[in-house]
């Protein structure tokens, strides 16, 4: 981790934004680990891997969840980079546990857009969490993921799929809705970075954030990491959860700490 002048800045603007940017959050070692487990992931997808773009796309928009108990490059990183200190400092708790891995990646050319979502609403946690965003692939700042700064204050915004727009997991007119925000973006503060592999954005689960398509030449190749904070409890929702932990309520009750193998602590070590 930083200095701790560094990281008590970070800390602030964390706690102040939803949203902060740490560059070379990896060292070029740890970038090669996390393309090749990013690699052997798109040669190899998972049970919960899906297409998120549709079929007259000239590009390709790939998803994939946890996979890091198979992929060992993507647990090492997980669990033994300097990302679950970065978290701690961001969170400002006494331990973490890591969550679950989330490998996106759009190639180029590709048109779809990442809709404007919260994380939370799609878990099954409740409590405070921070998502990890990490290129192995150069992006300009207009390929980048674009965040709303103060949105991780509240209120939950009503969770819909993003291809057909229906409301999978909260019941319709339960939540509030997503402003919408391409129609006014000046009357935002939106965060979005020109980013080196390595780089990392660090954001809130409850932080508003999007991704515009990618019409460049190259590939965008993502490995997001998701961490959670002390206070994170077990919330079993009475429908299918992204990702889906299938089975884990009858291991933990609703309220349980997360002491369980899928959610190891990675902070203290």
């Known amino acids: 981790?930083?200095?701790?002048?560094?990281?008590?800045?970070?800390?602030?603007?964390?706690?102040?934004?939803?949203?902060?940017?740490?560059?070379?959050?990896?060292t070029a070692a740890e970038i090669a680990e996390a393309a090749s487990g990013i690699d052997k992931v798109l040669a190899s997808r998972g049970p919960l891997a899906q297409v998120a773009s549709g079929t007259e796309d000239p590009g390709l928009f790939i998803e994939d969840f946890c996979r890091w108990q198979e992929i060992p490059e993507i647990e090492r990183l997980a669990r033994h980079s300097r990302l679950p200190a970065i978290a701690a400092a961001l969170l400002e708790t006494a331990q973490v546990r890591f969550y679950h891995d989330h490998v996106l990646v759009k190639e180029s050319r590709t048109e779809q857009r990442t809709p404007w979502h919260q994380d939370q609403p799609y878990y099954n946690v409740d409590g405070r969490g921070v998502s990890a965003w990490i290129p192995v692939d150069p992006v300009?700042?207009?390929?980048?993921?674009?965040?709303?700064?103060?949105?991780?204050?509240?209120?939950?915004?009503l969770p819909r799929a993003f291809l057909t727009n229906q409301a999978?997991?909260?019941?319709?007119?339960?939540?509030?809705?997503?402003?919408?925000?391409?129609?006014?973006?000046?009357?935002?503060?939106?965060?979005?970075?020109?980013?080196?592999?390595?780089?990392a954005i660090f954001f809130d689960f409850l932080t508003v954030h999007g991704a515009p398509g990618f019409p460049f030449t190259g590939r965008r190749r993502v490995l997001s990491l998701r961490y959670l904070a002390a206070d994170a409890r077990h919330a079993p929702r009475r429908w299918p959860t992204s990702p889906l932990f299938e089975g884990l309520d009858r291991e933990l009750p609703a309220g349980a700490e997360l002491d369980h193998p899928l959610f190891p602590v990675v902070w203290p070590v």
């Not at 800045?9 to 070379?24: H, I, K, N, S, T």
């Not at 103060?150 to 939950?156: A, L």
């Open 1 to 26: 981790m930083a200095g701790d002048a560094e990281t008590a800045d970070l800390a602030a603007a964390f706690r102040r934004d939803g949203v902060v940017c740490v560059r070379a959050a990896l």
């Open 140 to 157: 300009p700042e207009a390929g980048c993921l674009e965040l709303i700064a103060g949105s991780h204050r509240g209120p939950w915004l």
């Open 168 to 199: 999978r997991w909260f019941p319709e007119g339960s939540l509030r809705e997503l402003p919408d925000v391409e129609t006014d973006r000046a009357a935002y503060d939106i965060r979005r970075f020109e980013l080196a592999p390595g780089d």
